[in-house]
């Protein structure tokens, strides 16, 4: 019996122990199968978060911006793209000179563009009159005073010595002869154009108001100890040194110089242009001021 009864007792264990093991296999096969989810899971939320970044960095693309997911490698098939940096877009106008009268014997085609630029923008635009010039009006200072007075407001004086320096200044005509009595605002300007690139100097502010001196004996602008620019009555020799008006150097290669050209230009509305441009071409006898 007690045989038996041993027999009964092992059977019994070998059924526990025969469910015991689908049982840990069960678990076994839970938790493999848990791991082999989540690789599963982690897969699929780092390729949707690459589907992100990549329809994040499209749309900024196109808009003109680079960006650029710390997390993307390689591996993703995605380039890495550095941080594009666009440059500002400039715009050069080209400036349209306007229309002149007559072919200037001292100034270039650049020397009267860069000129241009320096005009106050009360004058930009009108048309170039050539009020006065010594291969048609003469040499005479009373014919260039004369000539001056046929279109009032800013003009421009050129001087062109025999060595190829060309020089000169904005004044405000009339240029009337007066009495050691100065003429003009700080609009006007000097200039020099020894190398082909004019240089200008404007007024000082707050220096003094010498800017045009005329005189039946000579022309002279600037002031302050020194004139910016001198010529004689017969436009034949002149001088030009530092001065305080302008806070210029000598425009001329030297301080003396003899005198080749001056022209006398002024800037006319289009509506008075025709009329101005003929007065402008009748010759007149050369007289002096008495």
Not at 24 to 43: A, H, I, M
Not at 136 to 150: A, E, F, V
Not at 224 to 230: D, H, K, Q, V, W
Request: glycine letters at 6%; proline letters at 4%.
């Amino acid at each position: 019996m007690s045989k038996h009864i041993y027999m009964r007792s092992k059977a019994v264990h070998s059924l526990q122990r025969s469910a015991q093991v689908p049982k840990d296999e069960s678990k076994r096969n839970q938790r493999e199968s848990v791991t082999e989810e989540k690789p599963n899971f982690l897969s699929w939320y780092k390729h949707h978060l690459r589907n992100f970044f990549h329809a994040v960095k499209f749309n900024k693309e196109r808009k003109g911006t680079s960006v650029v997911n710390p997390d993307d490698d390689d591996e993703d098939g995605l380039e890495k793209k550095p941080m594009v940096k666009e440059e500002p877009t400039i715009i050069v106008q080209a400036i349209i000179l306007p229309e002149i009268s007559d072919p200037s014997l001292l100034l270039k085609e650049q020397s009267r563009r860069s000129l241009y630029t320096s005009l106050p923008a009360l004058v930009q635009g009108r048309k170039w009159v050539m009020l006065y010039s010594t291969w048609r009006h003469g040499i005479s200072l009373s014919t260039l005073y004369r000539k001056s007075q046929l279109w009032p407001g800013l003009s421009l004086l050129v001087v062109g010595d025999k060595k190829g320096s060309v020089f000169g200044g904005l004044v405000e005509a009339p240029l009337i002869p007066t009495d050691n009595k100065y003429q003009g605002t700080n609009n006007t300007f000097v200039f020099t154009d020894k190398s082909g690139q004019p240089t200008v100097y404007h007024s000082t502010a707050g220096t003094n108001r010498f800017y045009t001196l005329c005189s039946k004996d000579f022309l002279a602008l600037g002031g302050g100890g020194r004139f910016a620019l001198y010529l004689d009555s017969e436009l034949l020799h002149g001088s030009s040194a530092c001065s305080e008006t302008y806070g210029n150097s000598c425009l001329a290669n030297s301080q003396d110089f003899d005198v080749k050209h001056v022209e006398l230009w002024g800037f006319v509305y289009g509506s008075k242009y025709d009329e101005i441009l003929s007065l402008s071409r009748k010759t007149e006898t050369i007289c002096r001021w008495s």
